[in-house]
């Protein structure tokens, strides 16, 4: 239903109402408005988080797998019960099926002071291009990183030809460019923190996103 | 020189009245639909828009589906929500710019079926994850909830 439809059935329900003589024109289901609020565990790694459902009456936390409730508007909200496994499909089946591929996170690593990649990384470009290709309409981020040797304006610029380097190996697989975000950190964002002018593999790298 | 000098100044009222408008025509994305089947559409200033996969989300946005849709977007914090069928929500807020202006996510739940996934934001930031439905407000310390509104 667009906007101004609804517009219109927000002029049309009370003048019917009026001309059929206090009539309701439509059915009001017997169940007051509410919501069922259900935590599940993590589908990539298991875990179960955390959930506070609050209103004005009252607030209580989830905190178990499949912990429900359901909160009526201006009721207190009833304290949390599991909801059966089989249920959880049964209502929210056809939610849970529309939920996107987990995004991943790929690191590439570099030889020193260099946009070559180390031999070790070269090797991991087709496992990254299988798994974009999983993606219907993949987003990928790409962001280079270097360790502290070098001025901070030098490091920008080696990280973004590191990223560029990553971006076009991606595209020339196939991967639509517009699809593809390019950036630097420089050396500012370490994975290991270091003191500067100090040489570290682990920093001199490209971050991949993929989602 | 006086109409050349009024010239001057009306261009100056355009650039300064429509420079913000330019700003904001060209917002960050938050998201992008990665699945979509039936009916499904992008409500943007009240237009609505079909819900394609590759389509962008932007803040303040609402999506919506018929009987027969199903919807799933992945926003730029690596969150993901998808709608079931009969179902509508709306991006009231999405601010992910953690080293300069913050973090935000807030969702209202309108009718239906939602199910959500946590990002980066809850974990940089859980108080700033808000998912709000007609009769509750939900705070999120991670991870994956499905919530169903039913309005009468």
Known sequence: ?211 | MHTRGCCAVALALVVAWTSPAIGQQAPAAAGRIKIASGATSIVRQGVALPAKPGELVFEADSLRTGGDGRLGVTLKDDSRISLGPNSEVRLDRFLFAPATDGVGFGLTILRGLLAYISGRIAKLSPDAVRLETPSAILGVRGTHLVIRVDTP
């Open chain 1, 1 to 211: 239903m667009n906007g101004r439809r609804r517009v219109a059935w927000l002029l049309v329900v009370p003048a019917l109402a009026v001309s059929c003589g206090g009539r309701r024109p439509v059915a009001v289901p017997a169940q007051p408005s509410g919501s069922l609020v259900v935590l599940l565990p993590d589908p990539d790694d298991g875990s179960v988080g955390r959930v506070s459902a609050s209103n004005a009456a009252g607030a209580v936390e989830l905190s178990a797998a499949r912990d429900a409730t359901r909160v009526a508007t201006g009721q207190t909200p009833p304290a949390p019960a599991p909801l059966d496994a089989a249920e959880v499909t049964r209502i929210f089946g056809d939610a849970l099926a529309g939920l996107p591929r987990a995004p991943r996170h790929f690191s590439l690593f570099f030889q020193f002071d260099s946009d070559e990649l180390t031999d070790e990384s070269r090797r991991l470009l087709p496992e990254i291009r299988t798994v974009i290709g999983e993606y219907v309409v993949p987003d990928v981020v790409v962001v280079g990183h270097t360790d502290t040797m070098g001025t901070n304006a030098g490091n920008y610029q080696l990280g973004l030809r590191r990223a560029t380097i990553i971006r076009d190996l991606l595209v020339s697989g196939g991967l639509d460019a517009s699809l593809v975000e390019v950036a630097s950190h420089g050396e500012a964002d370490p994975v290991v923190r270091t003191p500067d002018e100090t040489r570290e593999a682990r920093n001199r790298r490209v971050e991949i996103e993929v989602k």
